[in-house]
Structures are given as C-alpha cells and as structure tokens.
C-alpha cells in the first residue's frame, strides 16, 4: 500500500509555544489529507479535511485559528498547534486519500505523532 | 444523525475464532472499512467492503449486508499479537469517513 510518513513522532513542549507537524505522501499525490486526534481509550476525531491548494474544512468545535492546516503541495500537508496548552495533549495522526493504485476511497493513514505540552 | 455502533470491549482465547460486529446508520454509503489499532500506534488498514458478501483474506474476513447497515469482522486461529482495537469506518456520501468508537480484543493463552 501506499506510505505515508509523520514528523516528529513525538514532541514535548511547554504551554504556549507552537508545534508544528508535518505529514507527506510518500509514494502517490495525495489530493485529500486529513487531520484526526485520538485521546487515550478514544476512538478518532476528525478535526479537518484539506485539499490541496484550498483552505481546510474544520469540523464544528476544532478552532480553525489555533490548529492551522496547509496543504501546499500534493505531497505535504502541515498542522500547526498554536498557543498550546496541556489540553492540547493528544495523538495527532493524519491519513492521506489520493488516486494512485488502489481503490481512491481508501485513506492512508501515517504513524502519528504524539504532543505533550507541559 | 450518523451513528456507528460495536461493542466496546470482547474477549476472546487464542487459537479461537471471534466476531466483532458494526452496525451503521449514515447519510449514504460508499463502503466501509475495518481498521486494526495497536494502543499508541496509527490505524491499519484490514478491509474495505463496497457490495454485499464476504471477503476473505488470509485470517481475516469481513462481511457486508447493505440492506441491514450491518458488518462483520471475523478473526481465526486467534493470535495474542491480534490484542488490538479494531474500528469499523463507513465511508458516508460525503466520501468522509464516519468512525466507530473501536473494539478492544483481548486475546487470552
């Protein structure tokens, strides 16, 4: 199947700094990512669906103003956590939807990355 | 609303054979697909069921009936690296992907 990479797998901060992750398509363009969080024993949240070229979707309740998304490129797709706080401690995981190879609806998930903000 | 229902919690003995059912109900349908989850890891992909029927790979199989909003995942000859959670995922009319709250396996020797 198709990669799809994250970076950093995990970082640690403290309160009010920025963190931002990266996500890339490895293999295939990816003309759709999106962006999920998993809290502990949770299943996935959806936060926001971004095409390339175009602002992101945000899901109602995810502000779209402290978790910044661009998808510049078809290749990379970038989260931004501003001004993060201890409850912006989760694991942050994107999947990446393209057309190459395999059946389009499927969604590619990459590692995650774990944010611990102190 | 859109809703995915599955147990929360099964437990199971290696070497067995287990179910795990979904039932759906979203605002139109596009396949579904079931994700195995090992605790701190990202998803990975098991299956994906368009049509009506059962597909089966290697241990694995899932079954789909459209007409029921209703699937299953079937696991054989349990092994105790299968002690994941397992999430079922309908793909609804908007090609977004509607999540189940996942299924915690827990596989006994």
């Known amino acids: 199947g198709a990669v799809v990479s994250q970076h950093p797998s995990w970082v640690i901060c403290k309160s009010g700094t920025s963190v931002k992750i990266e996500c890339r398509s490895l293999d295939f363009q990816a003309t759709t990512m999106f962006w999920y969080r998993q809290f502990p024993k949770q299943s996935l949240m959806l936060m926001a669906t971004?095409?390339?070229?175009?602002?992101?979707?945000?899901e109602q309740g995810v502000e779209k103003d402290k978790f910044l998304i661009n998808h510049a490129s078809l290749t990379l797709s970038t989260l931004t956590v501003t001004s993060a706080h201890p409850e912006d401690s989760s694991f942050y995981i994107c999947s990446a939807r393209g057309t190459s190879g395999g059946d389009s609806s499927e969604q590619f998930f990459g590692p995650g990355t774990r944010l611990t903000v102190l | 609303g859109q809703n995915i229902d599955q147990p929360t919690e099964m437990t199971a003995t290696e070497g067995a054979i287990v179910q795990i059912n979904c039932t759906y109900q979203t605002s139109g349908f596009n396949g579904l697909f079931w994700y195995q989850q090992h605790a701190g890891e990202a998803p990975t992909f098991l299956s994906y069921n368009v049509l009506d029927g059962l597909e089966e790979k290697g241990r694995f199989s899932s079954f789909l009936s459209r007409s029921k909003g209703y699937s299953y995942l079937l696991l054989k000859e349990l092994q105790m690296k299968d002690s994941a959670s397992y999430l079922c995922?309908?793909?609804?009319?908007?090609?977004?992907?509607?999540w189940g709250a996942g299924t915690k396996l827990i596989i006994k020797p």
């Open positions: 995922a309908v793909l609804d009319s908007n090609y977004q992907l509607i």
């Open positions: 971004s095409n390339e070229g175009s602002k992101a979707t945000y």
